[in-house]
């Protein structure tokens, strides 16, 4: 008595689909970075360089600018006093430069800084725990952060200028 | 549940549409005279995807019941495979994959990434095509076995006469004497060859080994469960793959967990020379073991990720090659090191005119202090320190890594002789003064400060157990179906005639043999060839 009734069949062939179009999103959506444009930033805290710590968190209701560089990488080097401008144009109006250095020693980091008389902070991720954390490739990577903590903008690569760097700040300013 | 469409044997049984070989007594129902009589693979039962091809749904399951289907996708998904290797996957190359295939591989290479190549095996048509395989492995097997095992549950004693003169192996004896002693010795026959014989009337079937006919539908159940555990993997959490570099001594964050690891030492043991066979021509040294002595200790402080960790050792372990330290489920391997690695420069200042050592002093290549007092007076202090040492095309120095493969530090030596300091460069082994004047003070390198750096592997794979039970599975399937065979003897008395007829899904020789020697113990003779009609 062959059941001619499909219900069984299609409740076979349902599951197999499920199944298979669960594993294809899943494998779809595994390659992207976790950490985009609209998503939160992820909490951290890092040594100052020079002393003291920083924590992410504590930046609420101010705009952040958080660039992830090395001394090695020409771009990021080019880079550096269109920030420092930016972050002594809108240090006053609720928006920080935070520079996250790439897992270099502190007598290499203080040196560059003097050189290039870099006035915002410089963070130390010696172990490079942050810059796995923020899924960086390529360097400079920028991440314009707004006073809830969403990441607004995501620029991997550089140099960005001075205009550039202000237009996407306008889009982080608080009220 | 009887339709119209069903067919009755003139035997009087009724089978479901699509049946071959009467479910009763094997009478080949749809046959013409002169046709072939039916292939006995699945016992002429009626598989749904034969018989249906309406509905949709049924051509969806008739799609994926083919076998045919099965082998193309089989052979799509391996030039697919063979594609993906062709150039590397973009996670083996660096820099941005638009630039570096057309550079590196020219036209060619700009065809794989404009296809999308470089990530072939994560694509979603790699996907769907594998599990296409799978469904298709799924309904194959589901089309086969239910009817089969139907057909096989019942064991029917008499059957047609075509039916047995339609098997491969089959003869018939003229009999002239009582017919119940022979079928008696025949019973005992077919019994001590280990079939489980029935009777009825004056017909016997004698059957054994018909679980090997399951074996690879459960070969296939395990291989779904393989591709089920191997799918495992994209649940967060089940699969981790990363590597970590870590120095004799230092304590590092093991990539992708809370965890973090010391390396107590890392040793590398030598075979005597003595020990290695003569003959056995090796170049210098044969390993004997690689070894890192960890610690491993789990961080409190992980919910804010880049906070001092808050470090508490966990588990202590002896890691070897194929010998992981394992942690809940973590794994580590020991898979690289690199030896002697220079960590710190030692040197003694000199004062150059009075040839006398002022003291010794140690540049640490990762963290440098800037300011060391090497006497009373006399202080080193570090201005610069490029890693990865060189020249700018404008003649800038600079660092091109933030690894120290070409350390090269910028000193002052501030004494009182030298209050606004002496500047010197200082390299891996050399050393360059300033210039203008005659130095007052040099450098001499002693035995620097060295490590071994360990290479480890971090792996986590929770579906593991689960694909060693599938793959398990799958050998019980294979074992069972490669090693018995479902064998079935009919034997029918009709007047002064027996008639038997036998049935294997494999080795036809062994079947015939047995045949043979069952008739033997009736002291009839018949020879290999006589009862080969066809069959391998």
Not at chain 1, 136 to 143: D, E, Q, S, Y
Not at chain 2, 331 to 337: A, E, I, K, N, V
């Amino acid at each position: 008595m062959i059941n001619k009734n499909p219900i069984v069949r299609i409740v076979i062939l349902a599951l197999i689909l499920i199944a298979a179009g669960w594993a294809v999103y899943q494998s779809a959506i595994k390659d992207k970075q976790t950490i985009e444009e609209g998503t939160a930033a992820p909490n951290f805290m890092l040594p100052l360089l020079g002393g003291g710590s920083m924590q992410l968190e504590n930046l609420r209701g101010q705009g952040v600018v958080l660039n992830f560089w090395g001394t090695w990488c020409d771009p990021c080097r080019k880079e550096m006093p269109a920030l420092d401008q930016v972050h002594n144009k809108y240090k006053d109006r609720d928006v920080q430069v935070l520079a996250v250095n790439i897992g270099e020693s502190d007598v290499t980091v203080s040196r560059f800084v003097e050189q290039y008389q870099l006035s915002f902070p410089v963070l130390m991720d010696k172990q490079s725990e942050i810059t796995a954390l923020y899924e960086i490739g390529p360097i400079p990577t920028t991440f314009f952060i707004d006073g809830e903590g969403v990441v607004r903008r995501i620029v991997i690569g550089g140099p960005m200028s001075e205009q550039t760097i202000e237009q996407y700040i306008q889009e982080i300013l608080p009220e | 549940m009887t339709t119209v469409d069903d067919i009755k044997c003139e035997c009087g049984h009724t089978n479901p549409v699509g049946t071959l070989l009467c479910e009763a007594c094997g009478n080949p129902l749809q046959k013409e005279d002169g046709e072939e009589f039916p292939d006995m693979r699945y016992d002429g039962v009626s598989r749904r995807s034969q018989t249906f091809s309406r509905t949709i749904v049924d051509k969806i399951w008739n799609f994926f019941s083919s076998v045919r289907v099965a082998i193309i996708l089989i052979i799509i998904v391996l030039l697919a495979s063979i594609i993906g290797t062709i150039f590397p996957q973009e996670m083996y190359i660096s820099g941005p994959a638009e630039q570096v295939y057309p550079e590196k591989y020219g036209i060619a290479g700009e065809i794989y990434y404009k296809l999308g190549f470089h990530n072939l095996y994560t694509s979603w048509w790699y996907i769907t095509l594998l599990l296409m395989i799978g469904t298709s492995l799924v309904i194959c097997s589901l089309d086969r076995v239910v009817p089969l095992y139907r057909a096989l549950k019942k064991l029917p004693v008499k059957r047609h006469l075509s039916f047995m003169k339609g098997q491969k192996v089959y003869t018939s004896v003229s009999l002239s004497q009582d017919k119940e002693p022979v079928l008696d010795q025949l019973q005992r026959s077919l019994s001590k060859k280990g079939f489980r014989v029935v009777r009825e009337g004056y017909s016997l079937v004698g059957e054994k080994g018909r679980f090997s006919r399951w074996g690879p539908y459960i070969n296939h159940i395990g291989l779904i469960l393989v591709i089920v555990a191997v799918l495992m993997r994209l649940i967060p959490g089940f699969y981790l793959d990363e590597f970590v570099w870590v120095k004799e001594g230092e304590t590092r964050k093991v990539t992708g967990t809370e965890y973090y690891v010391k390396n107590v030492e890392f040793k590398e043991e030598y075979y005597d020379p003595e020990d290695v066979p003569e003959g056995v021509d090796v170049e210098g040294r044969v390993v004997k073991n690689y070894q890192t002595d960890a610690i491993l200790y789990e961080n409190r402080a992980a919910d804010t990720p880049g906070a001092p960790p808050d470090l508490v050792e966990v588990h202590r372990d002896q890691i070897r090659v194929n010998h992981p330290l394992k942690y809940k489920d973590l794994l580590l391997y020991q898979s690289g090191r690199r030896l002697n690695e220079v960590t710190a420069l030692n040197i003694d200042l000199i004062h150059l005119e009075r040839e006398e050592v002022i003291g010794p002093f140690t540049l640490d290549l990762y963290h440098p202090e800037s300011e060391i007092k090497v006497s009373e007076d006399t202080t080193v202090r570090v201005l610069e320190y490029f890693t990865d040492f060189e020249w700018t095309e404008d003649n800038e120095p600079r660092s091109k890594s933030p690894d120290p493969n070409n350390p090269a530090f910028v000193v002052s030596v501030i004494s009182p002789e030298t209050p606004a300091g002496e500047r010197s460069w200082i390299f891996l082994g050399s050393t360059l003064s300033s210039p203008d004047g005659e130095p007052v003070y040099g450098f001499a390198f002693t035995k620097p400060e060295i490590a071994d750096v360990t290479g480890l592997m971090v792996r986590k794979e929770k579906s593991l157990p689960f694909i060693y039970f599938g793959s398990g599975v799958v050998m019980l399937g294979l074992v069972m179906g490669f090693y018995w065979q479902h064998r079935r003897i009919w034997i029918n008395f009709e007047g002064e005639e027996i008639q038997i007829a036998a049935h294997t899904n494999k080795n036809w020789y062994g079947l015939r043999r047995e045949v043979q020697q069952i008739l033997q113990s009736i002291d009839v003779e018949r020879s290999i060839e006589q009862l080969s009609k066809g069959g391998k």
